[in-house]
């Protein structure tokens, strides 16, 4: 959502998203607006060309003019929201969900604490994960490539 009068943009990502591209942005006349990003409200860090997203509010600012009228800038505050992961524990499962974005309901990630082996003697475990990552536990790291995680202190690592 575009606010001309406060000189705001604001919208929300999925929380699938880790950089937002600074390619995404067009304006009305594309080839007549030249525009700088920056990182900071001083305008003196500027971002070459993508936003790395965490979860909540990311905020940047756009700096935009005419190309025929470069003393004439304007300043827009960005603010780009990416919906936070919850982690949710029940005995040997572990499962990340984005709440407040399209996969509200999607599970993530799953952190199985067994091998794939197990994983797949449970009764609709395939279906249940079908469009989620699983993770298996493995206390030391594995040889192989793949998708592993151990305990460090209490919280679930990713190997």
Known sequence: MIDNEKKTVTFSVSGDEEKFSLSNISF?????????AYSDKDLSEEIE????????ENIFYIVAWHKDAPSEKVTYTVTATKPAEHVHSFGEWTVV???GS?????????????NES???????AIAFGENSTIYYYS???????GNYWHYVGQ???KW
């Open 49 to 56: 060309n993508e936003v790395t997203l965490s979860a909540g």
């Open 155 to 157: 919280s679930v690592v």
């Open 118 to 124: 197990g994983w797949n003697t449970i009764t609709g």
């Open 97 to 99: 969900t984005h709440i």
């Open 139 to 145: 206390e030391s790291q594995p040889a192989q490539t």
């Open 102 to 114: 399209a996969h509200e309901y999607a599970i993530a990630e799953i952190y199985y604490e067994g």
């Open 28 to 36: 009305r006349n594309n080839s007549e607006i030249v525009f700088l």
